[in-house]
């Protein structure tokens, strides 16, 4: 256990600020980093179904459009009217909901939402995780500068966004956790130590971008 927890902090000593950086240093990095996230995760993916036997085209074919939905951040990263500091606004609003829902979800929740599928979430957790997210983004929206959120974006914006995120983000995590479930397995792989794989760590992402996505297309902020 206490090597496990070693593993999970130097992860995240080294992962952390590398994301940062893939981020806000360029297009290119981040190219990097978003096509890194969708390689590793398909391998996972893909290892893992054909080890349980369970390779259809179907799967492989849902599972590579689910995973390749984070390739819709590219587009918003290259958009004229959303900066690069959304980009890292919106990774850290997830990780946000993720640790909120988890710190809350294990020393206070009782009630499972569905423990058939996720053993240790709660309603407590996941309501907790979207409260901090909304509330994350409006204090950022209420004291950093107006200029890193697209223009003429309002604080109903920054709710519905934080709802985005909040919501979205643990749909991803249940999504995959089901898949897991189906395949027995607790991990997708080892590769992140401490962490699971990447698919593990990043599952969140893939239903955010794409809500994302197709919200500030909707609102008219992006295209």
């Avoid at 990780?95 to 988890?102: F, G, L, M, N």
């Avoid at 009782?110 to 957790?125: C, D, F, M, N, Q």
């Avoid at 934080?162 to 749909?171: A, E, K, N, P």
Wanted: charged residues 15%; aromatic residues 20%; glycine residues 6%.
């Amino acid at each position: 256990m206490k090597i496990d927890k070693k593993n999970r902090s130097l992860v995240n000593i080294i992962g952390a600020p590398l994301i940062v950086f893939s981020i806000l240093y360029n297009i290119y990095t981040f190219y990097i980093l978003i096509f890194s996230i969708v390689a590793f995760s398909f391998y996972e993916f893909t290892t893992l179904i054909v080890s349980k036997s369970k390779l259809t085209y179907l799967k492989l074919i849902g599972g590579f459009i689910w995973i390749s939905s984070i390739v819709l951040f590219i587009p918003l990263y290259e958009s004229n009217n959303i900066s690069k500091f959304f980009i890292l606004i919106l990774f850290s609003s997830v990780w946000i909901t993720d640790s909120a829902a988890y710190v809350m979800g294990k020393n206070f929740g009782k009630r499972k939402i569905l423990p058939s599928i996720s053993a240790k979430k709660t309603w407590l957790g996941s309501l907790s995780g979207l409260f901090f997210s909304i509330l994350y983004l409006l204090l950022i929206f209420k004291y950093l500068d107006k200029s890193i959120w697209p223009d003429n974006f309002t604080s109903t914006n920054i709710i519905f966004l934080g709802l985005i995120t909040g919501l979205f983000s643990q749909f991803g995590d249940f999504s995959e956790s089901y898949f897991k479930r189906q395949l027995n397995v607790k991990d997708s792989s080892h590769i992140l130590l401490g962490h699971g794989g990447f698919l593990d760590r990043f599952d969140s992402m893939f239903a955010v971008s794409f809500a994302t996505y197709l919200y500030l297309l909707c609102t008219g902020y992006y295209g």
